[in-house]
Every structure is written in C-alpha cells, then in structure tokens.
C-alpha cells in the first residue's frame, strides 16, 4: 500500500510541479550535449567569427594586405588623351650615309644673252672726202644751188668700184630712192645704221642678208639725182637710234 502510495504522489508531482523540472533537465541535457559537440569540431577552443565576416576591405595596394596575390588585377595605365583612337606609325630607322638626292636639272633653263661681239669698221671706198657731215651748219648744195645742210659724206670713187659694208650687220632695205638713186640700208645692231646711196642699179645684196665687215654691197653708180653735178663718188650717211651721227666717227684713219 505504501508503494502504491509512493507512486501515486510521484505521478501528482510531474503531473505538477515536476512537469517543469522534467523539461528544465531536458533542455539542460540538449545544451551540454550541444556544448561537447561544438567543443568535439572545435578542439582548438578558437572562437567563431561571426557569420557575416569582417566588413573591413583592404584594398589592393594597401601595405596591410602584404604583395599583391597571384592572379590580383591592378589598374592599366590611362591612355594618352591625344593618342587615344590614332594608329601608330612605325617610323624606319635611318640607314648609315645615305646617299645624297641629286636635284634634276631644270628642263627649260634661259640662256643668258649673248654679248654683241665688237663692231669693227673699215672704210666703203677709199678715196677723197667731197662733202663732209653737216647737220647743224648750212652749206651751199653745188647740184641743187642752195644752202642746206648735209647728213652723209661724200666719198670720191670712179664707177664701178666697190662699195663694202662698214662693219657686221644685217641688210634691211635695198630700195630706188627719188633722189639719191639705189640705196642698201644695213643695220649694225645697238641701234646703229649706215646708208650706202648713189649705188649702180644692180646690188649684189638683198634685204635680210647677213653681212661682214668688208662684204661688198654694189658698185658706185651715178643714180643719184640730188648730186648728180659732182664727180663719181659714194653718199654714206650713219644713224645713231634714228639720229644721223657723222660717218667718219666711225671710220678707221687712213
């Protein structure tokens, strides 16, 4: 009876009371087993960090975090602003003495002028002066029986002699004048002329003949109307840029 007794009030107290303390040991028997079991994958006894991790970041070359890791991805250099999107030119290395470039001549290079070779004068005829140079002082024209002046010399020389060219030039005119008969015009360049008048009617030149000095031009005629009252002899007159200058500044002395 006692036991019955006994186990009676046993069953009252967990049914009570002892219902709170059977789960305050379970509870406590759960801790200390959860406890070992921690202690048995921990047995260093190193606390546990916390399930976020550390929330510092050590950036790449901070001197915290030790030489950059293998694999570790630093920063490329910025691009040039102006070289940005230009493609680069090689340039070749120069080669050791190169060769000079000759320039090409230039194809039409002027020619620089040639200088007139010295005139070299000789007498037409030779024979005596009738009637000298006179352009600024009248004289008495013995054909025409007036005084007027006189822009040539008058050289005696019998018919048929010949007559030769000054000096170099080149003949422009061969013409019949109404007055002092057939006449050869020669041009000796630098604007210098001479007049050969009184000429027989066939001369031995042409306009655009070129002449020498000494080349004979005709023969001395009597076609001169102006001067036909004096003896045989040759009208030769010499013009200076259209300006009658006197002959025998030209001529050679005797």
């Known amino acids: 009876m006692k036991n019955r007794r006994l186990i009676e009030k046993l069953g009252d107290f967990v049914l009570g009371k002892g219902f709170y303390i059977v789960l305050f040991l379970c509870v406590a028997t759960i801790g200390i087993s959860g406890y070992y079991v921690i202690r048995t994958m921990n047995p260093a006894g190193e606390a546990a960090e916390p399930a ?134 020669v041009d000796h360049g630098n604007g210098l002329t001479t007049l050969y008048a009184n000429l027989a009617q066939q001369p031995t030149v042409k306009a655009g003949d070129a002449v020498e000095t000494g080349t004979v031009l005709g023969t001395v005629g009597s076609t001169a109307i102006a001067e036909s009252s004096m003896n045989a002899h040759l009208h030769l007159e010499a013009w200076d840029d259209g300006v009658p200058v006197d002959p025998a500044d030209y001529l050679p002395e005797k």
Not at 88 to 107: L, N, R, T
């Open 52 to 185: 976020g991790g550390d929330t510092s970041v050590v950036l790449p070359d901070s001197e915290a975090n030790g030489p950059d890791p293998v694999g570790t991805i630093s920063p490329e250099p910025e691009e040039n602003t102006q070289t940005a999107g230009k493609a680069q030119v090689e340039v070749p290395a120069p080669k050791d003495d190169p060769e000079p470039v000759k320039k090409p001549a230039p194809a039409d290079q002027p020619e620089e002028p040639k200088k007139p070779a010295a005139l070299v004068f000789t007498w037409p005829v030779k024979g005596e002066v009738l009637r000298t140079f006179s352009v600024e002082t009248l004289a008495l024209d013995p054909t025409l029986g007036d005084w007027r002046t006189h822009d040539g010399l008058d050289i005696a020389a019998s018919q048929g002699t010949k007559v030769l060219a000054m000096a170099a030039g080149t003949v422009t005119q061969v013409y019949d004048d109404g007055l002092m008969g057939t006449t050869v015009v």
